[in-house]
């Protein structure tokens, strides 16, 4: 029996559909078929309201052209689609899936900004402030919307209930160019008669405290305000709305302060019980002021909001040598904590949060300016009460309570891990343990860095969205996650304040602290290359035509800087950033000449503006910004590269650019220049000698090199500085530093020593594509490039992805001389498929596939969907005994 099953469409890359702002959202599918070799030959999507596209022949399943009229606000559609196979095959109607638009003109808001007024407001990161009113509904409601959305963050409660599981909304965005609302369906929390609407809202990043050293505050605006606009259909036709004005009423609540960085003290005794419910007597409370604000400002999210996604019980109840209470979660997060405490009125209990223990105490310093202490006041409660902060999250591993009233029972709180809702999607795993560890900590520190938006690090007073960072990791995140959603948001801050600023700030959102934006490599960069990353990985080539001004506005500014013998070698930057050689208290003192990293990112960025171009069918562009690439990559060379192919800069991470970049001339060089590479690596000790420029290169580097020993070697060491070092030290998360703990346990002495810090683990993306073999071979996978390079020593290694056509899966395992590949190829789709090298000795003997030998040469095969089993003869050289120890060298 065969079977063909077609998804319920999903809409742009949206996770809820509910409030997006795409008048015409783009529709995908994916199907599930034990028919092999499935290509879609025609769709036909249906829409609720009985349009229909008919039969259209097309192959294309993904990120489909909305058929029907464009969609208005507010307007609720039904989508359901059916394929049919090229080979005559045809499912069935899939489920219905809804879309429904929020707001989509400015116009569409009445509500005004209602702001706690003045003789309320605290200092910045002070009290968090309540607002409220009642209305009376004279029916039974058929629908209820809540639009919302604030300056500052708002916890919004109708008639005494939380709306919605979002933390810390609305995030944060450039919030002079755009600011995100939500949308809720809140028909359920509405009763016919009286209703009461209310919010707690606190500073956050728009009047709050941001930014390292002193930081920044009142960034956005001295006033912190709630933007809600409720809209009520009534059963009977009728409609209401209930809009932010200065009808509303502000009082203090329990929230005596919060601050993103130094946490938040509730005060127990002072929640004035039942305030968002009707009834309430609030004569006694202040009327909001009614602040005009920009509605043409507020946009629907494209990504999911930050949600508490797990929770963590305590691995151990550890005692601090001052005989303090710390409790060790056994995994560095981003969070905070739920407590379940009882004890007497007025007694507070004190949370502070650490990363690491140092001499069995919690290490503060790496924290810097950001106190990341809780602090909870009782109420007294005789059977107890619960509590958990609301506007601040932590990063932290490790949390001391001091002021615990009786016994603690460890079952009493846990870690409340909380980030972007992203969806999962691929994953990892190998016959080696230490590595898996890796990949693990790669995914927490994608976790722990994706609060709202993509950051350097959760827990010390920064956690900006620096672009160097995610520029260097999206290839990895864009795996691990689904993240084009939420990506294309901070994309959007990023062309915003590209034009506000005259440059890609180094951060985005941006804020001014010690230095002006300016251009900086491989910072900079992130406009032209995380687009083309999520182009690559899923398709979506309105990523690429949304970010191409910026894409080319960066490339046109660098030209300039340049000059006319294109090579970058003025002004600031920030260079191979952490290179294990810089000094603690100098991360930008690397090894490899600021101005040879700074130039090849330049061919790199024009080479892809060049492809964008030729795509989005800007020909005159193409030719430009190709030729453009061609000349800096001869400047490149010019002035770093010699005839036979060595480096001005001796170092791994110059041998890597221009390895991986593609900047050298001719198999000559590139053969020097990879063998030069394989000696730095090998007289390093296999020791990683790069910082965030080279890291996510070297390994591809080797690769192309086919310098496999190498390559391994590096990957798999387990001696400082090495990916596997910090996981030897017990690291649950990505570090900051190779050794942002010393081998002695204490930590680096350096100011800036994060704990999580995702930028070292963009080798993940090495692990998927080529240690197990899951690469794109074409835009959104839709033909993938297996091409495993089994090494090291490793049994086995396998990689699953949901792509946009269903899940593929790359896995091999080798035993006696026999190597053997399972490929899983989503319908719709092809892989190619190149049997392993064993490299630098020896080579495939055969390749069979279901029989097929492949004639024995490793070229490659192309397959169609389905499962596939190759299997071919394969030596790992690490196998063999080890080669006897070279004589120590001379001093
Ligand atoms: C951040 C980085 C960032 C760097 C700029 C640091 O403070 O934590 O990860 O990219 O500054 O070089």
Redesign the pocket.
């Known amino acids: 029996m065969t079977s063909l099953h077609v998804s319920a469409p999903s809409f742009e890359h949206h996770r809820d559909p509910l409030g997006v702002g795409e008048p015409e959202p783009r529709l995908s599918w994916t199907v599930t078929t034990d028919l092999r070799d499935w290509v879609q030959g025609a769709y036909e999507i249906e829409l609720g309201d009985g349009f229909t596209t008919g039969r259209v022949e097309s192959a294309e399943s993904v990120l489909v052209p909305w058929p029907g009229p464009a969609l208005g606000s507010r307007e609720r559609r039904g989508a359901r689609v059916r394929v049919h196979g090229a080979d005559g095959s045809a499912s069935e109607w899939s489920d219905w899936s809804y879309v429904e638009t929020g707001l989509l003109e400015p116009a569409d808001w009445r509500a005004s900004a209602a702001a706690p007024p003045l003789e309320l407001l605290g200092p910045p990161d002070g009290p968090a402030l309540l607002l409220r009113r009642e209305f009376t509904l004279r029916g039974p409601v058929e629908r209820a919307r809540l639009y919302v959305t604030a300056h500052g963050l708002y916890e919004a409660e109708l008639n005494g209930q939380v709306i919605g599981d979002d933390v810390l909304a609305p995030g944060w965005s450039s919030y002079g160019h755009r600011l995100r609302f939500r949308t809720h369906d809140v028909t359920a929390l509405l009763q016919e008669g009286p209703n009461a609407i209310g919010a707690t809202l606190a500073d956050g990043w728009y009047r709050g405290r941001v930014g390292?050293r002193e930081g920044r505050t009142g960034l956005y605006g001295d006033r912190t305000a709630l933007i809600a606009q409720l809209e009520i259909a009534y059963a009977d036709g009728g409609t209401e709305t209930v809009v932010t004005d200065g009808s509303w009423r502000c009082a203090p609540g329990p929230v005596t302060a919060a601050s993103l960085y130094d946490g938040e003290h509730h005060d127990a005794r002072l929640e004035p019980a039942g305030w968002s419910r009707p009834g309430f007597d609030d004569a006694a409370w202040l009327p909001a002021d009614a602040l005009p604000h920009d509605a043409a400002l507020l946009v629907a999210p494209t990504g999911p909001p930050v949600r508490r996604t797990e929770t963590l019980a305590p691995a151990e109840v550890l005692t601090g040598p001052s005989g303090e209470t710390i409790l060790d979660f056994g995994q560095n997060i981003a969070g905070r904590l739920r407590i379940r405490v009882q004890g007497p009125a007025g007694h507070t209990v004190t949370l502070r949060h650490a990363e690491v223990l140092e001499d069995g105490a919690l290490a503060l310093r790496p924290l810097r300016n950001a106190a990341a202490l809780d602090r909870y006041t009782l109420r007294g409660d005789a059977d107890g009460e619960e509590w958990e902060p609301r506007f601040t999250t932590h990063g932290f591993r490790y949390a001391q309570l001091d002021g615990w009233p009786g016994d603690l029972d460890p079952g009493d709180v846990v870690a409340v891990v909380c980030h972007t809702d992203l969806r999962p999607i691929g994953d990892f795993d190998s016959s080696d343990p230490l590595l898996d560890r890796l990949h693990a900590n790669v995914r927490w520190s994608m976790r722990g860095n994706y609060v709202d938006l993509p950051t350097?690090?959760p827990q010390r007073d920064?956690r900006?969205g620096?672009?160097?960072?995610l520029q260097v990791f999206a290839p990895a995140a864009a795996f691990l996650y689904d993240c084009a959603g939420a990506l294309s948001s901070w994309l959007a801050d990023l062309a915003a304040e590209q034009v506000e600023y005259g440059t890609v700030p180094?951060?985005v959102p941006w804020v001014p602290l010690m230095f002006p934006p300016e251009p900086?490599a491989a910072?900079g960069d992130a406009a032209v290359l995380v687009p083309w990353t999520l182009y690559e990985r899923t398709g979506d080539l309105g990523v690429l035509r949304t970010q191409y001004a910026s894409m080319t506005a960066w490339v046109d500014q660098v030209t300039g800087l340049a000059g006319e013998d294109h090579l970058w070698d003025e002004g600031f930057q920030?260079g191979d950033?952490?290179d294990p050689a810089a000094p603690p208290d100098d991360?930008?003192r690397a090894r490899t000449d600021h101005a040879l990293v700074a130039t090849a990112y330049h061919a790199w960025s024009a080479r892809v503006v060049a492809d964008t171009a030729a795509l989005l069918g800007h020909d005159g562009d193409a030719a430009r910004y190709g030729k453009l690439a061609e000349e800096v990559r001869a400047a490149f060379r010019r002035e770093f590269v010699t005839p036979s192919g060595r480096l001005a800069c001796d170092t791994q991470t110059a041998y890597a650019l221009a390895l991986r970049l593609d900047l050298l001339d001719g198999a000559g060089q590139r053969e020097r220049a990879g063998r030069r590479l394989a000696e730095l690596v090998a007289a390093d000790g296999h020791r990683i000698g790069t910082g965030?420029v080279g890291t996510p290169l070297i390994c591809d580097a080797l690769a192309s090199a086919g310098a496999y020993a190498g390559l391994y070697g590096l990957l798999l060491q387990r001696e400082c500085p090495s990916w596997l070092y910090p996981v030897t030290m017990g690291a649950t998360t990505i570090w900051?530093r190779w050794d942002s703990l010393l081998p002695d346990g204490s930590v680096n002495p350096g100011e800036?020593t994060?704990f999580n810090?995702y930028?070292l683990g963009a080798v993940a993306d090495f692990l998927h594509r080529t240690v197990a073999g899951l690469a794109p071979g074409a835009p959104g996978y839709r033909e993938l490039l297996v091409r495993p390079q089994p090494g090291g020593g490793l049994s086995r290694a396998r990689a699953t992805l949901d792509t946009p056509y269903g899940r593929a899966e790359a896995g091999w395992s080798r035993a006696d001389g026999r190597l053997e590949l399972r490929v899983v190829v989503p319908p719709n789709t092809t892989a190619t498929v190149h049997l392993p090298e064993d490299g630098e000795e020896g080579g495939v003997e055969d390749g069979v596939e279901d029989g097929v030998e492949d004639g024995g040469e490793g070229g490659p095969i192309v397959v169609g969907s389905g499962e596939h089993v190759f299997s071919c003869a394969f030596r790992d050289p690490a196998d063999d005994p080890a080669p006897p120890a070279p004589p120590a060298r001379l001093p």
């Open positions: 390292f350097d690090c920064e900006l620096w672009t160097g960072d180094p951060y900086t910072w920030f950033w952490l991360p930008g965030f900051e800036m994060s810090h930028a």
